[in-house]
């Protein structure tokens, strides 16, 4: 059997942990089948507890830019660890890449570091909240920005109603002030803050989507977002957990020529460890405690280990910044022989693609918004999923997840994922 180690450690896993799985997606519940157990991984392969290699898709879902085990990443990590794993107490580190991170993206001046990008969203709601005195918030429909309770909302009955929540636990009471919208819809936007006037704090989304897909904002929509935040004494959030350092030095804000008023980061920030972090201008910074009274704190933020991990990889970024156009070619290079298969095949599809984030959709439509991408064929997914495992490929294990390529991926690799489609039975 093919799987028959991971197969056992899933057993064993769900008698400890709920559903087998510290986080819902990897449970393999959206594609079926049991999820496989990594053993380890180098480069641009993952091994899993079966001895099994895969060409991987997913970079730990984005912050390993250049490939698994990357050494000058490696190499500070151990260095730091042989000194002590954290000291809740101030280190240089800290300072060393905050100075880093501010140095290369545009609009900020200053930086909060925290454990994980939804520990980075939700403070960054509550920073724009007691910034703006005002206490609603808009988010849009099929962006993720972690599990926090003002976030887990869904669509009410309306464009311009309340949403409600879609997770138990979550209580109206929070969900009336999380206001929802449709991605790449500038005049629902426009309605939800004309029947919420000077209510709202901010509008807060993921610049480029990647938890519906890839989906790229038209122009229209991202300069009229921010056109509308200034007009309407509302804040502009980045929700860069993703797109952050990944699609550019300067990220979202730099790719898209945009400048938002907060923006958080996660995944690449840390070279590979929990690190997330959100910064903003000293103006708006100044509100967040111990100079201001909008409070967050963290025993381990700022942790030696995930400090040194996420200077070692800015700092790589920083000195070559040709890897974006590498990343940027091979994924354009996928594709293309993607497309081709496809084609070839006679199976409808769209791909988004925008650097080095990619989604494949297996329906007829442009994917321009959550609706458009849960039109997609999901019995075609799921024998396109185990088709590529099968034969060696890692992809995201839901039909709503972008891919995000490595530097490590040699055109071969390219090339052997492309001819592995050829033999999935779609």
């Not at 704190?297 to 156009?325: C, K, W, Y």
Request: proline fraction near 4%; include cysteine; glycine fraction near 10%.
């Amino acid at each position: 059997m093919r799987y028959q180690r991971s197969s056992a450690l899933f057993a064993e896993a769900k008698k400890y942990i709920p559903g087998g799985v510290n986080s819902p997606v990897r449970a393999f519940k959206a594609v079926g089948g049991e999820p496989i157990f990594i053993k380890k991984a180098k480069g641009a392969y993952l091994y899993d507890e079966d001895d099994n290699r895969y060409i991987d898709y997913i970079a730990s879902w984005g912050p390993l830019l250049f490939g698994h085990a990357f050494e000058p990443v490696i190499k500070t990590v151990v260095e730091k660890a042989k000194k002590g794993t954290s000291f809740g107490i101030p280190t240089e580190i800290e300072t060393q890449l905050a100075k880093l991170a501010v140095d290369m993206v545009p609009n900020i001046d200053k930086i909060r570091f925290v454990n994980s990008g939804t520990e980075a969203c939700m403070s960054a709601v509550r920073l724009a909240r007691g910034y703006t005195g005002k206490d609603k918030i808009i988010k849009f429909t099929g962006c993720y920005h972690g599990h926090s309770d003002a976030f887990l909302i869904q669509a009410g009955s309306g464009a311009v109603t309340f949403g409600s929540p879609n997770s138990p636990g979550v209580t109206q009471g929070t969900a009336k002030d999380t206001l929802l919208a449709d991605y790449n819809d500038l005049e629902g936007v426009r309605a939800l803050v004309e029947a919420n006037k000077d209510e709202i704090a901010g509008i807060i989304l993921e610049p480029v989507a990647g938890n519906m897909g890839c989906i790229v904002p038209t122009k229209e929509f991202i300069h009229g977002l921010r056109e509308l935040c200034t007009q309407e004494g509302m804040l502009l959030l980045f929700d860069e957990v993703m797109t952050g350092f990944r699609l550019g030095k300067g990220g979202a804000q730099e790719a898209l020529a945009i400048d938002a008023d907060i923006v958080m980061f996660g995944k690449v920030i840390g070279g590979g460890l929990p690190v997330g972090a959100f910064a903003a201008k000293t103006e708006i910074m100044a509100h967040l405690a111990p100079d201001g009274p909008v409070y967050q704190a963290g025993t381990l933020s700022g942790n030696p280990l995930a400090m040194g991990a996420g200077f070692a990889m800015l700092s790589e970024i920083d000195q070559n910044p040709e890897v974006f156009q590498s990343l940027a070619k091979k994924t354009e290079y996928l594709h293309k022989g993607i497309a081709e298969v496809l084609t070839q095949k006679g199976i409808a599809h769209q791909i988004n693609r925008f650097g080095s984030m990619i989604s494949v959709h297996f329906c007829e439509d442009p994917v321009v918004d959550f609706a458009s991408s849960s039109k997609g064929n999901n019995d075609t997914f799921k024998k396109y999923f185990h088709g590529m495992l099968d034969q060696g490929v890692y992809l995201p294990p839901s039909a709503f997840e972008s891919y995000f390529l490595n530097d490590a991926l040699s055109y071969s690799d390219l090339d052997s994922t492309i001819e592995a489609i050829k033999n999935c039975d779609l």
